[in-house]
């Protein structure tokens, strides 16, 4: 049996044949088609889309990677008022989009009465929309209060599974316990979570990559989103190289052959390392994209790393600019929420 076979039949590997995988171009061709192949079988052609809203870029936390960490000053920074999340909610629903993402910073000043009441407002307004919240590390109490309040999801990356390496591409007042205890806190409360990592960070090793796939198959997330590093000229980590695309599509179809049921999506920071790299995402096995609604006097200030794209397009040219993209390469954009199959 070839290592895809097994990779295919058993969903897993052992630590030397993932090696072998990840660190050789041989497999890349079977690896792309196994993985559309289990993609299809479960999701066909349909390509789930989040309507992504950045609405604060103040962050208290100074990962070394991002560009809106809070040591940055020249990082320009803005918050959305509550009715500028709404707008985006507005011009989104009609657009199509089913799940707004509220992402943003760490930002302390909306309290969590603001965030409930933020959520309890989209879904009184589109109760047939999921709201998915990416505002990093909270008390379990604050989880369930959202999630009370009527969050359905909450992406949070782990980063790195490995403790040396997240005290590489983290400051000392962050911790990898800390990130998974909310992890396993969110999955307890019910939401659905969505974890994942940079593919190529600073000082990242194949055995941290293994490490990465061994903790996603111990949390089983509902999504797991992974995109290159890229470097942000006004970061700590402003010398070092992107993560390598090839390496990111790899894992796009490894991810679907260990968890063929989940919603991965082809990230912006796929798109932006390559101008084909969200198509070629989803041709390797995603099938979630989350095109932008923020509105566009904030977009170039959400810089996590330097040249994001669609920084620049109104929400509807950028819904209408995916649709195409999604069309080029044989897949269709669906108007659902888009839960896991796993979920009823
Ligand atoms: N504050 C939220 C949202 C963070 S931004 C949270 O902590 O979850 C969303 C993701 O962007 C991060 O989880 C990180 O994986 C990614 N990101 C940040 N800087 C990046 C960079 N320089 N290159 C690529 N991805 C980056």
């Known amino acids: ?48 889309i989040r309507g992504l809203i950045e609405f604060s870029n103040y962050c208290k936390n100074n990962c070394f990677y991002c560009g809106i960490r809070a040591e940055n000053k020249s990082c320009e920074r803005y918050r959305l008022s509550k009715q500028e999340i709404y707008n985006c909610c507005d ?32 879904k009184t307004a589109y109760p047939d929309c999921a ?21 359905d999801r909450y992406l949070l990356r782990h980063e790195t599974a490995n403790e040396d390496h997240y005290k590489q591409l983290h400051p000392s007042s962050m911790s990898l316990k800390n990130r998974k205890r909310c992890l396993y806190d969110l999955k307890e409360i019910g ?40 470097s942000h000229k006004d970061t700590p980590f402003k010398d070092f190289k992107s993560g390598s695309f090839k390496l990111t599509l790899r894992l796009i179809s490894i991810l679907r052959l260990i968890f063929p049921k989940s919603l991965i999506p082809a ?58 993209r999604v069309n080029s390469v044989g897949y269709r954009i669906v108007t659902d929420r888009g839960d896991a199959k796993t979920l009823s």
């Open 191 to 230: 939401y659905q979570v969505g974890s994942g990592f940079m593919v190529g960070s600073p000082f990242q090793t194949t055995e941290c990559l293994i490490e990465d796939l061994r903790f996603l198959q111990s949390l089983k997330p509902d999504m797991i989103g992974i995109g290159p590093f890229i």
């Open 131 to 151: 709201v998915t919240l990416s505002i990093g590390e909270r008390s379990k109490q604050s989880y369930i209060d959202y999630f009370n309040a009527g969050a």
């Open 1 to 48: 049996m070839t290592i895809i076979n097994k990779l295919i039949n058993e969903c897993d590997l052992s630590d030397i044949e993932f090696k072998e995988l990840l660190e050789s171009d041989i497999y890349d061709d079977e690896l792309k088609s196994s993985a559309d192949r289990v993609r299809q079988h479960y999701y066909g052609k349909d390509v789930y």
């Open 91 to 122: 011009e989104g629903y009609k657009l199509g989009f089913r799940t707004f993402v509220l992402q943003g910073g760490e930002d302390l000043s909306y309290t969590d009465k603001d965030i409930c009441k933020i959520v309890l407002n989209i």
């Open 267 to 324: 990230t912006t920071a796929l798109g932006t390392i390559h101008p084909n790299g969200r198509e070629l995402g989803l041709s390797c096995g995603a099938n979630v994209v989350m095109p932008n609604l923020s509105p566009v006097s904030t977009r170039k200030k959400y810089e996590l790393y330097d040249n994001k794209i669609c920084t620049g397009e109104e929400s509807a040219q950028c819904r209408g600019c995916l649709e195409r």
